[in-house]
């Protein structure tokens, strides 16, 4: 009996001691592990893009491992990921900050030894200057230009950078693209050019800019609407800060450059019964002051006094009214 007490004793003495020894074994070490995470983070960043791992980089990124990362020769991720033809790893890594003006040891950038690079597509027909627009890096918009990146190039959605920098409002990478000769009216597969996407984002700058260079002001895409119609699509107008400012500032710039304030879309209302289905009466009282006609029907009949008595609309009621406003016959 003493005996087997004595085993168990010593077993058990020997447990803790075991696992005494790997506490502080694993106290000493965490300092080092801690360290060491960021390298190693690199390190598989490193072997995942030499892989083509677009999932795995992604997930690296996010855990902190650093994009711009040099080799002992100078070449960086976007080098590696380059020469094997990983569009999909650049389009992450240019995403994340990858700076591409990084020259390796012999003074090449990564588009050195794979120029055709700017002419290939994601899945969905992303260019590396679609990637380089839409992350808002006109450095690389204009290296890549200088490349031979292809400015008036489609997307799967029939969209060229220009669209995508309208839609964003960045405005340094639409002058870019505008002065290496990109397509103001091009349309996209939705009929939409680059001066919709811009007035229904409330982007003025942009919306200025584009029609400053010639965009059609009544571009109508295919529900027969011109961005001015877009822009009262807009939600900006709800909010009470400085992006219904922005909004309404695009309203005043198509406005006053042009546009058609009597269109009517596929679902039969002009602008101005926009304005009161929406409740903008300040949009409502700007189409007042700029002569658009108060008793235009709809294609229900319905004149914007009308819709306004329907949706109780009272102050633009009271508006309508005060300037010729009528009702109609019409339900």
Partial sequence: MFRSLNVFIQKA???VLLLGYSFIFICSCSKQIQQSDTKQWSNDLDLETGQGNENRIKNLIKGGAYVNQREKDGRT????AAEKGYLDCISTLIKAGADVNQKDNDDCTFLYHRPSLVRLKTKNGFTPLHLAVENNHPDCVAYLIEKGANINQKDR??????????EKGYLDCVIILMDHGSNANQLDNNNWAPLHLAAENSHPDCVQYLIEKGANV??????KRNPLQLAMYS????????ERIKNFRCIEILTSLGTNLTQKSNYGNAPLHLAILNNYADCVQHFIDKGVNVNQPNNAGQTPLDLAIRMKRLKCINMLQANGGKESNAQ
Avoid: F, V, W
């Fill in 218 to 223: 009544n571009q109508l895409d295919d529900q």
């Fill in 157 to 166: 959605y029939g969209q060229i950078p220009l669209h995508l920098a309208a």
């Fill in 77 to 80: 991720l976007l080098h590696l």
């Fill in 235 to 242: 939600k900006s107008y709800i909010t009470e800060n400085s």
């Fill in 13 to 15: 003495t020997h447990r």
